[in-house]
């Protein structure tokens, strides 16, 4: 008996401002349908809105039924008895949205509303056999541990737990995966739709990277500026019929054939041995076992690893922003130039100083020049990463991710950079301005000669933009080859895997 | 951008009578009716009259001109007190932050013995030592009052210079004083006002009750905290000489905290009082 | 953990000898102070003063007769009052009870107050609750409690003869002052009660508990109010070593036999030793009782790390 979770005219608005626009969907038990969009799109709105839990700001209209119940007329309380029984969700950080101070197993009572005194122990068997269908082990350990003694795997399993507790017919994901490495968001997906199938459970997967869903998806819609544009059956997205939209979503997924470019110039950077060991956990940073890498002018570099792997501590003293505790870190001269190396960090917004207008923070590569010459370069700078001018005298906080990275990268090109370290400055954005800012990165390459360095979690941006490969794992580099080279005959475990992991989130292949 | 700002602030209600207080303040030798001096035996404890509009005292002095005057000394050692601590706070906490290291540490963990320290206290043992006067006041509740500044300065400079945009800044070449300039004052300058505004209203009333308990002004001296003594033995026949006094000092403390509350505001913080410093638990 | 100790204790030696210094920097005699401090009559002549000198040592280096006087005090001997010539401690001990017992008043109602409050406000926030709050917590601070307190005892006392109007008898005669040094207290206390749990409304936690099907009150009781409350108890050590001091005005207006009185009427008779011995025995409770607090946060969470925050 298939049950229907529908949405007809649902629009939520802030004053004035409509954020979603009249969307109209019907979700059934058994289906995974997935709802793809770019940041701010006003895909994530959907599952607040259907569920109740729209902040105070926002006000929502329109039709929400289950099974042709109203359920935007049924008042807190009543509402209260879908949440979590009947309708419930999966977030994208499982950590920040769990209760630090209460232990796994009373999450799951919480949900299966076994709350009181005394209800622990007749629940107790229950809570075992739910860690385990999600592969817990051992159940009975995990239960009695917080959410941040779990790593972010196994928070993510917890979170799908506590989800399936009460037995819901309906599950809304809001992004579950967006923030996981390669290999963790392969077995999540497995999960996720291995349950929804086992259970009949129907889920509405909400994510802004369509390459993601494209294996477990029935069918997927698409969201732009607030409104739904487009909606067929998976196998449909790559046709040319589609929306703009939509093969605007398809194109951003990262092809799996480039051709790597062979080393041209001379070693610019070298490690030699280098280490970091941390006295004080400072910024939760790992630590790293000696390191021997040379980095060579015009040459791609893809570092991957999973977080805590070292990747980061290394990019820092590649590029001398913390000191090796032993070993050394040479950067090479070019005559009496120096190498420079500037960085590209993860976070867009933090990357500025959130009270000063673009120009003032730029500006702090130039100051020292006579004013005219730097108004020149950063006009120069502007026009190599493709921006507007004007966009300098705004504020970080009227730019989107996508601009600031692209800022991020002029302010380094202000410097004259030979080398340009990328930590994750794709991670934070969706997968259009991922791709755009891949693309610039690249072209940059090859018109300026740069060297990068791209280190990422995701293997799918690694298998884009690399000419060689070095994985971490664990504090130690433990594979170092040419792309093509690691694809094929990766040796060690971890390698192995990372590759593996790429076929089950596979990008789309456009159907030319 | 800070033009805007700045009108926000003192176009207030708050402001507005600070303005006037201060005025009506500064003007006292010139507006107010009487000789606060003035003695006349006949005329004591009156009620307000129009005679004399907030009524007399004991020795029958008109009580408007008294605190028309009072507030003159009043007033002063607040201001001086408060800019006092806020000179050596703001100094000593950039410095801290600064140079940060163990010297940093050291400064910290002084700062915190120093908040723990109940203020009364230590004036009245310094007030001991070097007898009453205008600059023992100023000094004897100085010598800790600028503790909290220190302490909301380097806090918001040390933020600020761990920030990943200042560690961005610093990569592509910017010298310490831009940095300074650019990052760290703007965002250090806002709070740090609105919290000596708060302590100027607090300052005003710890530095009345020194007056009040005899060792703060003296005579032929006197101020709001000194009034509100004299009037206490016969405040049952005339309250008016604890209201009048006391509804100054409020008044003053009251607009002073509104208006750093609405600096906080402005500046998109949530509330002034929010600023003082207190241990903060990581979970 | 070690450092705090060590910077505790180092803050009650440092405080101890300046203490110690005052008869040395105050106008008068050293000598003859300490003398007046260690006989139970008034002056004495010139060849006495010299014997005392040479028997006690006044001669010696500062910090050893510092490190006597702080030993001689720690056992108990405190000196003698210049004033009614009976031993210090005998005057102190009993007072500093006193003052414990009406901080530690004040303090619990401050708390229980802004808890109420401050939870009001917060989940109220913007509308008429939170701004009359709001409005009332910024007028607390600003009330000059020596006004305050005449008049409400011109009122409870005099006109309608509720309450006693001084004195430390009877459990009526606590209310007032309590209830004065409870103000300040209560305005900070219940402005960072609705800052925090403002900022626990607003975060995930809570979106993900109603997702689980909790309602609103089981939200807020469950998992908004325990965050929500943790700036709280960081400030209450603070305040409590604060209130120690604090109190002075209302024992002195309420005629209260507490420690701020007993400094108070010393430095104003010029009673050195006494003066001398308070300071120490409040300095010492207030950091104590800081540590204590700090202690206690330590223990009750090890994931907490202690650190000082602007705000």
Redesign the interface.
């Known amino acids: 008996m298939a049950k229907e979770l529908e949405f007809i005219d649902l629009s939520v608005s802030s004053g004035q401002k409509l954020l979603l626009s009249k969307a109209r969907g019907t979700l059934r038990s058994g289906e995974l349908v997935a709802v793809v969009g770019r940041s701010g799109s006003g895909k994530t709105l959907l599952t607040?809105a259907i569920?109740g839990?729209l902040p105070e700001q926002l006000q929502a209209e329109g039709q929400v039924l289950l099974d042709g119940q109203r359920l935007d007329q049924l008042g807190?309380?009543a509402m209260?008895?879908?949440?979590?029984?009947r309708i419930?969700?999966l977030?994208q950080?499982p950590k920040?949205?769990?209760?630090?101070?209460m232990t796994i197993r009373a999450?799951l009572l919480?949900?299966m509303?076994a709350?009181g005194w005394g209800k622990a122990r007749q629940h107790e068997h229950q809570v075992l056999a739910l860690l385990e269908e999600v592969g817990l082990f051992p159940a009975a350990q995990i239960a009695g541990k917080r959410p941040?003694q779990l790593s972010g795997g196994m928070a993510q399993r917890a979170m799908l737990a506590?989800a399936l507790a009460?037995d819901p017919e309906f599950i809304l994901a809001d992004e579950p995966t967006s923030s996981l490495d390669s290999i963790l968001k392969a077995e999540v997906l497995q999960l996720l739709r291995r349950k929804q199938q086992e259970r009949g459970v129907g889920v509405l997967f909400i994510t802004h990277d369509i390459a993601s869903i494209q294996h477990i998806a029935d069918r997927v819609v698409v969201v732009s500026d607030g409104q739904i544009v487009d909606q067929c059956p998976t196998a449909q997205i790559f046709s040319k019929d589609r929306h703009a939209k939509t093969r605007e979503l398809v194109d951003a997924a990262l092809p799996a054939l480039r051709e790597p470019r062979t080393r041209s110039s001379g070693c610019l950077l070298e490690a030699v041995e280098a280490s970091k060991n941390y006295t004080r956990r400072a910024r939760g940073q790992a630590a790293l076992k000696p390191t021997s890498l040379c980095l060579h002018g015009g040459q791609v570099l893809g570092v991957v690893g999973r977080s805590g792997s070292g990747k980061s501590t290394f990019a820092r003293l590649l590029?001398g922003?913390e000191q090796p505790t032993t070993g050394h870190i040479i950067t090479k001269h070019n005559g009496d130039v120096a190498t420079r190396v500037?960085?590209i960090?993860q976070?867009p917004y933090?990357?500025?100083?959130p009270?000063?207008a673009i120009r003032?923070?730029m500006s702090?590569?130039v100051?020292?020049l006579p004013v005219e010459q730097a108004r020149e370069r950063m006009t120069q700078a502007m026009t190599q990463v493709g921006l507007p001018e004007e966009l300098l005298e705004r504020r970080p906080g009227q730019c989107s991710g996508g601009q600031l990275q692209r800022l991020?990268i002029a302010?380094?090109l202000?410097?004259n950079p030979q080398v340009l370290i990328c930590d994750e400055s794709t991670s934070a954005l969706d997968s259009v301005a991922q791709r755009h800012i891949l693309d610039l990165l690249l072209e940059l390459r090859d018109r300026m000669g740069l060297s990068l360095v791209v280190i990422s979690h995701d293997m799918d941006v690694i298998r884009y933009a690399s000419d060689d490969v070095a994985v971490f794992y664990e504090g130690e580099l433990v594979e170092h080859r040419p792309l093509n080279d690691f694809l094929a005959h990766a040796e060690h475990q971890h390698s192995k895997d990372l590759v593996a992991a790429l076929d089950i989130t596979a990008a789309a292949t456009a159907a030319s | 951008m800070a033009k805007k700002t700045a009108s926000r602030i003192l176009l207030s209600a708050p402001a507005f009578i600070l303005l006037a207080v201060v005025i009506v303040t500064i003007a006292a030798p010139l507006i107010s009716p009487y000789d606060p001096d003035a003695q006349s035996l006949a005329d004591r404890l009156q009620g307000p009259n129009l005679v004399h509009l907030l009524g007399t005292d004991a020795l029958g002095r008109d009580t408007l001109s008294r605190v028309l005057h009072g507030g003159q000394f009043s007033l002063s050692v607040a201001l001086i007190t408060t800019l006092f601590s806020l000179l050596v706070g703001t100094i000593l906490g950039l410095l801290s932050a600064l140079r940060g290291g163990w010297l940093d540490e050291i400064f910290l963990r002084v700062n915190d013995l120093l908040l723990a320290l109940p203020e009364i206290v230590i004036a009245l043992l310094i007030i001991a030592v070097m007898g009453p006067g205008f600059f023992t006041m100023v000094l004897s509740v100085g010598v800790v009052a600028w503790t909290p500044t220190a302490r909301l300065v380097r806090s918001m400079a040390a933020q600020v210079l761990s920030t990943h945009h200042v560690e961005a800044s610093k990569h592509v070449g910017a010298s310490r004083w831009f940095i300074l300039r650019h990052h760290v004052l703007p965002f250090v300058a806002g709070p740090v006002l609105a919290q000596a505004a708060l302590r100027f209203g607090l300052l005003l009333v710890l530095l009345g009750s020194l007056s009040y308990l005899g060792i703060g002004v003296q005579p032929p001296q006197s101020d709001w905290g000194s009034m509100l003594a004299e009037a206490q033995p016969h405040a049952i026949r005339s309250p008016w000489g604890l209201i009048a006094p006391g509804a100054a000092i409020f008044l003053v403390s009251f607009c002073v905290t509104l208006l750093g509350n609405r600096i906080t505001h402005v500046l998109g913080g949530d509330d002034v009082l929010d600023s003082e410093p207190k241990a903060e638990i990581h979970g | 953990m070690l450092r705090r100790v060590v910077g505790l204790g180092a803050a009650v030696l440092l405080s101890s000898f300046a203490v110690f210094l005052v008869p040395f920097v105050s106008p008068g005699d050293p000598v003859r102070s300490l003398l007046r401090a260690r006989m139970d009559f008034g002056e004495a002549d010139e060849a006495t003063v010299q014997a005392y000198a040479e028997q006690f040592g006044l001669h010696d280096p500062m910090l050893v007769q510092f490190g006597r006087w702080l030993g001689r005090f720690f056992t108990g001997d405190m000196g003698l009052s210049h004033i009614s010539g009976t031993p210090v401690a005998d005057q102190v001990l009993p007072a500093i009870g006193v003052t414990l017992s009406l901080a530690g008043g004040a303090l619990l109602a401050a708390i229980l107050v802004s808890i109420l409050l401050g939870v009001i406000s917060a989940t109220r926030a913007g509308q008429w609750p939170d701004k009359l709050i709001t409005s009332i917590t910024h007028a607390l601070i600003a009330i000059p409690e020596y006004a305050l307190a005449p008049l409400l005892v011109l009122l409870f006392a005099v006109r309608w003869a509720l309450l006693p109007s001084a004195g430390y008898d009877s459990p009526a005669s606590l209310v007032l002052p309590v209830f004065i040094l409870a103000l300040r207290p209560i305005s900070f206390f219940t402005v960072a009660v609705r800052s925090g749990v403002r900022q626990a409304l607003d975060s995930e936690h809570v979106l993900a508990a109603r997702a689980r099907g909790l309602s609103r009150t089981q939200a807020l009781a469950r998992h908004v109010v325990p965050h929500g409350l943790l700036p709280l108890w960081t400030m209450v050590g603070v305040w409590f070593a604060g209130l120690l001091g604090g109190s002075v005005i209302v024992e002195v207006i309420f005629a209260i036999p507490g420690m701020g009185r007993l400094i108070f009427d010393a430095i104003t008779d010029a009673d050195i030793p006494v003066a001398q011995g308070g300071v120490v025995v409040v300095v010492t409770c207030a950091v104590l009782v800081t540590g204590i607090i700090d202690l206690i946060h330590k223990l009750s969470d090890p994931n907490v790390r202690i650190g000082v925050r602007h705000g």
């Open positions: 607040k569920m839990l807190d309380k209260d008895q879908v949440r979590g029984r419930s969700m977030f950080q920040r949205v769990m209760n630090q101070r999450h919480e949900a509303g709350h941040d506590i009460a590029a922003l500037q960085v960090a976070e933090s990357s500025f100083d009270r000063l003032t923070s702090a590569a100051h020292r991020a302010r380094a202000l410097t």
